[in-house]
């Protein structure tokens, strides 16, 4: 598993500066963002013995040997087979994790990685499950913690980050004005964010290493997964290159992005064939978790779609309330951005061919924590 000799540090991805992993950093001083260097090594036998959690890949986590996990016993979601449109594909449940969504996954390593460092307070910018996600584990880590939201936010999802303690501030002019917010209260805090802060994407990675596991082993041929800020996107993508460096794979699965068609920047680039990003006007769209018109990360996503033959799939208003109904008519209690995903696997599979073929997505957040969108949807 992961081999404690190698070096191990934080590296600027623009311009190689080197940072020890115990440095309360969450970018480099150019402004770049920065990567985990270590060299990962996985032993079947040992992650059998450790556990029903996410933990149970503990020694395969950029973490110090003597780090207590701040942990509520997440991971290790159930990872369903079903018929689409006569295709046989696996839904791994991540919506039952403890706040409700895949984030808990980077919220648990990342928390841990800050408790370490002995700080005491974090700020973090989300539309709500991240948000939510941070406050828990910082809960459940006796650190104090600031939520800065776009003022249209989610009221379910502002309850439950509130009543994790944590102080939730509105910031009108959407998400891109909350992540300037968090980042100027980040010159007091430690930065916990989702896009920035490279312990995130170390845990999301945990859903590559369980889909792995669930499957026997093996990777799948095809995920199909959400794109917004590309938290999952790129840790699965991260998890699934450890697995192949390591000879436990033999090849990259093939990842599809999905988004909303009123804010599909990934796709628009995809499509064109561009290098970067553009920024997009953003219009109003009911999978809210995904709607990031200029993602930090785009640049990366980009390279991981074209990397693994992947391809990005857009999705429309109706197509994702239709999703919606459909699922949860099948007892599936999904909020309308996970809903989105799902229209996307759908629209995969109608493409066709894909019989032989092992598909997996996911479930990323629980409708319960969107009722009220969620009622109006299903009328």
């Known amino acids: 598993m992961f081999d404690r000799t190698g070096p191990q540090s934080l590296v600027c991805t623009s311009c190689d500066a080197r940072y020890a992993l115990s440095d309360p950093v969450w ?12 060299t990962p090594r996985f032993d079947r036998r040992r992650i059998g013995n450790s556990g029903s959690t996410l933990w149970r890949y503990r020694d395969a986590l950029p973490l110090a040997r003597e780090t207590q996990p701040v942990s509520l016993g997440e991971g290790f979601t159930p990872l369903l087979q079903g018929m689409l449109a006569g295709v046989p594909v696996y839904l791994k449940q991540d919506h039952l ?3 409700g969504s895949f984030k808990d996954r980077g919220a648990t390593l990342l928390i841990t990685q800050a408790a370490a460092m002995g700080v005491r307070r974090v700020v973090e910018d989300s539309s709500g499950n991240a948000g939510a996600a941070i406050a828990a584990y910082a809960a459940r880590a006796g650190i104090a913690c600031d939520i800065y939201v776009p003022e249209d936010a989610s009221g379910t999802k502002l309850a439950q980050i509130r009543a994790y303690g944590a102080t939730v501030h509105l910031v009108p002019g959407g998400r891109a004005a909350a992540a300037e917010a968090a980042l100027a209260a980040a010159e007091e805090a430690y930065y916990a964010s989702h896009v920035w802060n490279p312990f995130f ?14 499957l026997g082993w093996k990777a799948p041929d095809t995920l199909v997964l959400p794109a917004g800020n590309g938290s999952l996107l790129l840790g699965v993508a991260l998890g699934f290159e450890e697995l192949l460096a390591a000879g436990q794979i033999r090849r990259l699965p093939r990842l599809v992005a999905v988004q909303a068609a009123r804010c599909a920047p990934v796709a628009q680039a995809l499509a064109a064939g561009q290098a970067a990003l553009q920024p997009v006007e953003a219009e109003p769209t009911i999978a809210e978790g995904i709607a990031v018109a200029a993602p930090l990360r785009g640049g990366q996503m980009l390279n991981v779609l074209r990397r693994t033959g992947g391809e990005a799939i857009v999705v429309s208003e109706q197509e994702i309330a239709q999703s919606l109904r459909a699922w949860w008519r099948l007892g599936y209690a999904l909020e309308p951005t996970a809903a989105a995903t799902l229209a996307g696997l759908a629209r995969y599979v109608q493409q066709g061919g894909h019989q032989q073929e092992t598909i997996v997505s996911t479930i990323t957040g629980h409708g319960l924590k969107a009722m009220a969108p969620v009622e109006g949807l299903l009328v």
């Open 97 to 99: 994790l403890p706040s």
């Open 27 to 38: 970018r480099c001083r150019c402004g770049g963002l920065l990567a985990v260097l270590y």
């Open 201 to 214: 994407l170390h845990g999301t990675k945990t859903l590559a290493f369980e889909i792995w596991e669930q």
